[in-house]
T-cell receptor
Framework: SAVISQKPSRDICQRGTSLTIQCQVD?????MFWYRQQPGQSLTLIAT?????????ESGFVIDKFPISRPNLTFSTLTVSNMSPEDSSIYLC??????????FGPGTRLTVL | GQNIDQPTEMTATEGAIVQINCTYQ??????LFWYQQHAGEAPTFLSY????GLEEKGRFSSFLSRSKGYSYLLLKELQMKDSASYLC???????????FGAGTTVTVRA
């Protein structure tokens, strides 16, 4: 399976600021996704990161709040903009392998004060 | 969309067997996944079922019945390290994105 890394692993931010999370994969993958896991809850899909085109957002998530880049098949970024305490969460990137299994990166733990 | 249900918590004794059930309602079903998540860590892939039947991987097995919208994850010979949250996730259609259940917290006691 592909090796997925995320940076930063954790951060504490002030409200009103923005944080960009990076996801790097050690091989080319077609499908990359960004999920959020709020404290004590399960995972919620934010968007599908499409290479070379705009991301596809799920209901309740908008590009202005969560801009996503996917410049190539091994890298993506998610920005959490104008943060509030409600954005405190773990943010995970994931990918789908050729065998349709889906794997997750180690996650970025964000705390907004 | 999907409606995915699984129990909130389960407790079992070391060495025992635990079965975690997951029911779902969806159109265009295209696979069911089980993940293990230890506190503070990312989910780890356990199993993937797209056809009916039982898939066995060592101490873990996963079963799927598409007609009943039902799956279970069976954990055998429980060990203390199996204490974790177990997430059921369903893929719908051909776009590969997953919808997750709320997760089942399994506590293994000595």
């Amino acid at each position: 399976s592909a090796v997925i890394s995320q940076k930063p692993s954790r951060d504490i931010c002030q409200r009103g600021t923005s944080l960009t999370i990076q996801c790097q994969v050690d091989s080319q993958v077609t499908m990359m996704f960004w999920y959020r896991q709020q404290p004590g809850q399960s995972l919620t899909l934010i968007a599908t990161a499409n290479q070379g085109s705009e991301a596809t957002y799920e209901s309740g998530f908008v590009i202005d709040k969560f801009p996503i880049s996917r410049p190539n098949l091994t890298f993506s970024t998610l920005t959490v903009s104008n943060m509030s305490p409600e954005d405190s969460s773990i943010y995970l990137c994931s990918l789908t392998s050729d065998s349709f299994e889906q794997f997750f990166g180690p996650g970025t733990r964000l705390t907004v004060l | 969309g999907q409606n995915i249900d699984q129990p909130t918590e389960m407790t079992a004794t070391e060495g025992a067997i635990v079965q975690i059930n997951c029911t779902y309602q969806t159109s265009g079903f295209n696979g069911l996944f089980w993940y293990q998540q230890h506190a503070g860590e990312a989910p780890t892939f356990l199993s993937y079922n797209v056809l009916d039947g039982l898939e066995e991987k060592g101490r873990f097995s996963s079963f799927l019945s598409r007609s009943k919208g039902y799956s279970y994850l069976l954990l055998k010979e429980l060990q203390m390290k199996d204490s974790a949250s177990y997430l059921c996730a369903v893929r719908e259609g051909n776009d590969y994105k997953l919808s997750f259940g709320a997760g089942t917290t399994v506590t293994v006691r000595a």
